[in-house]
């Protein structure tokens, strides 16, 4: 079992930055595939992007491709998302998830979660 905590969420203006993280419990980190989804009011949750267990491979959400950048540090039980040139749309909580299943961008795939950060930009 792992614990996940989220982290560096804020109130940002449109065409800044942000960089979330995302801590793990226990000592099987490294076994995870990580991904971050997010949640706007009034929406379904959405995928973001992942990373396979050993930060080789990445996806990206057409949505955020070009703007953020997901990465992980073993060592430091810990996954990161860089996010750049946000926009008012990219308003919502964000989620990191661990799981075992690689290639998935659906959240019911996805064992273990956080509890979240908000992120908020303003125009």
């Known amino acids: 079992q792992v614990q996940l905590v989220e982290s560096g969420g804020g109130l940002v203006q449109a065409g800044g930055s942000l960089r979330l993280s995302c801590a793990a419990s226990?000592?099987?980190?490294?076994?995870?595939?990580m991904a971050w989804f997010r949640q706007a009011p009034g929406k379904e949750r959405e995928f973001v992007a992942r990373i396979s267990t050993s930060g080789s491979t990445t996806y990206h959400a057409d949505s955020v491709k070009g703007r953020f950048t997901i990465s992980r540090d073993n060592a430091k039980n810990t996954v990161y998302l860089q996010m750049n040139s946000l926009k008012p749309e990219d308003t919502a909580v964000y989620y990191c998830a661990a799981g075992y299943r690689f290639g998935s961008r659906v959240a019911r795939d996805y064992d273990y979660w956080g509890q979240g950060t908000q992120v908020t930009v303003s125009s």
């Open positions: 226990g000592r099987t980190f490294s076994s995870y595939v």
